[in-house]
Structure formats: structure tokens, C-alpha cells
């Protein structure tokens, strides 16, 4: 079992960073394949970034070169540092942890993720 916390959401002007973490409990951090999604209102919830127990990365087009992914297996954390923020950033961005070996081919897909956080809301402003 594993349980998700994200934090360091909150306000930002467009052009502005943010920081977010998520923290997770239980021993099988360090072999779990971790992803960050964001669901803004009335929208489907899709795929921001993702990271592989080796620290390969993959970020959705709308993302790259803005933000990166990183984790510290020694912290149970994974973080999503938000560069250049735009007003269309703006959703609940909520961490989520699997152990599947499809991960190197699903890493987009909500469905392959076992375990999800509640979410922590990242508000762009002009």
C-alpha cells in the first residue's frame, strides 16, 4: 500500500514558479514508476510528467522545457519544479505512483497509476 501527499501548491503570476512535492509512505517508493496529472474544472484529468525508478523522465509537449521532474528516493518524494507558469496551467495537480512493468508504454495513462494523492491546486494569474 502505498499513500500519497502532495504539497507546495498555491498562487503565481504567469511567468512565475512553483514547487510541488509529494510525499509517500511505505517501503516500495524506490521501485515504484511515479507521475504527476492535473484536472482543471470540467475538464478530463491528463498527463504531466512521469519518472521511472532510474530517473528516465517524460513530460507531456505542453510542458516541456517548463517543467521538470525529479525524485529523492532517500525522501520517499517525488517534485515537479514549474517553471514559466502560464494562465493555462492552472488545475489540480495530483501525484501518482504504480508498479507496473507497462510503464515504459503507458506512463500517459491515468488507468495504469494504482495509487493517487488528493491533489493540490495550482492557480495561474495574469
Known amino acids: 500500500q502505498v ?6 501548491g498555491g498562487t ?22 511515479m507521475g504527476w ?13 512521469a519518472i521511472s525508478r532510474s530517473s528516465s523522465t517524460y513530460y507531456a509537449d505542453s510542458v ?7 525524485r529523492d528516493n532517500t525522501k520517499n ?7 514559466s507558469l502560464k494562465l493555462e496551467d492552472t488545475a489540480n495537480y495530483y501525484c501518482a ?5 507497462s510503464f515504459y508504454l503507458s506512463f ?3 488507468g495504469l497509476y494504482n495509487y493517487w494523492g488528493q491533489g493540490t491546486q495550482v492557480t495561474v494569474s495574469s
Open 3 to 8: 499513500q500519497l501527499v502532495e504539497s507546495g
Open 12 to 33: 503565481v503570476q504567469a511567468g512565475g514558479s512553483l514547487r510541488l512535492s509529494c510525499a509517500a509512505s511505505g517501503r516500495v517508493f524506490s521501485t515504484s514508476k
Open 37 to 49: 496529472f492535473r484536472q482543471a474544472p470540467g475538464q478530463e484529468r491528463e498527463f504531466v510528467a
Open 64 to 70: 516541456k522545457g517548463r517543467f521538470t521532474i525529479s
Open 77 to 83: 518524494t517525488v517534485y515537479l519544479q514549474m517553471n
Open 97 to 101: 505512483a504504480t508498479m507496473s512493468g
Open 108 to 110: 500517459a495513462k491515468t
